[in-house]
C-alpha cells in the first residue's frame, strides 16, 4: 500500500510542470479577452511570462512552483497604464496649483525647470514616480520630459515598461539649446532604446505652440525614421484653439490637412481613435507603422487597449 502511494505522489509530481512562481488571490482578473473575474484563482509565472491563469486549486495541480505567493484577501489584475506623465515633476509637487495652464507653465514651471532639471533631478524624481504609480498598480507609463535615458534607467530598474519621448521645445533648456539640439538628442535616444524589452522610446515634441512648424515636421520626420511614436499636447486648451484657428484657421487637430506642420501620422491616429481631444497623444500609437517586433507590438496593443487615462489640469489636460 505505502509503495502504492509513493507511485501515486510520484506520478502527481511527474505530471506537474516547473514554474518559478504561483500566486494566488481571492479575485484574479485576466486581461486577454475573454475578461474573466477568476474568484480564488492563481497565476503560474516562468522566467517573465504568465504560462496560465485558472482557479487555485487547477493551478495547483497543473504547476510545481520553485515560489508562491498567496494573498487570500487581494485581487491580482493587469497593470494599469498611465498614458500621460512627466514622472520627474513629482518634485515639483506643490509649488503651484489651480492657474491657467499659459501662467502655471510660464510664470512657474519653466522658471522652475530652468533653475532645477539635471541628470539628477530627473532620476530621483522618476524614481519617486515610478514608486508611486508601482503602489496604486500602474505599471507601464508614458512620459515625455528631459534627460528621457535617465527616465528609461529608472524605469527599468523600478521594473516598469514605459513609451518614452525625450522634449523637444523652441527654447533652450536643461539637455539641449536649441531644437536642433535636442532632435540629436532624441535621435541618440532612439538609437539607444531601440530593441529594449520594456522600454519603447518616441519623439516629443512638446506643444504646437513651443514648437515652430519646421521643427515639428523634422520630429515627425525622426519618428518615421525609426517607426516611433510620436508624442504631443494637443488641443489642450481653448487659447490653443483660437490661436491654431486664428493661425491656421483650424483647430489643432485638424490643422494636417491645411498642409501645416502637425505630423500628419498623429492626426490621422487620432481622428481613426474615435476619441475626444483628450486622446491626443494616445492617438499617437494607433498611428504606429508595424515594423517592430512582435513583442514590442504587444506592449504598444496592450497600451491602447487600455486607452487613456489622463489627469485633468485646470483650463485642460496635461
Ligand atoms: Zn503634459
Known sequence: MRLFCSFLLAAFTLAAEPADWVWS???????????????????????????AVGSRSDIDRRFQPRQRLDRPDALIAPGLVNTHTHAAMSLFRGIADDLRLQDWLEKYIFPAEAKNVSPDFVRWGTRLACAEMLLGGTTTFTDMYYFEDVVAEAAKEAGMRGVLGETIIGFPVADAKTPADALKLADRFLARFAADPLIVP?????????????????????????????????????????????????????????????PVEQHEAGQRSGAGREDADVGNFRGIRPRRSRRQQQRLEHVRRDGPRRQVAKGGYA
Do not use: F, W
Open 202 to 262: 518616441a519623439v516629443a515634441p512638446h506643444a504646437i505652440y513651443t514648437n515652430s512648424d519646421e521643427t515639428l515636421k523634422a520630429a515627425r520626420a525622426l519618428a518615421n525614421r525609426y517607426r516611433a511614436p510620436l508624442l504631443i499636447h494637443l488641443s489642450e486648451t481653448k487659447r490653443e484653439n483660437d490661436e491654431s484657428m486664428a493661425r491656421r484657421s483650424r483647430d489643432p487637430q485638424s490643422a494636417p490637412r491645411g498642409g501645416s506642420a502637425l
Open 25 to 51: 488571490a481571492r479575485y484574479v482578473l485576466t486581461g486577454a479577452a475573454p475578461r474573466r473575474v477568476i474568484e480564488n484563482g492563481a497565476v503560474a509565472v516562468r522566467g517573465d511570462r504568465i504560462v
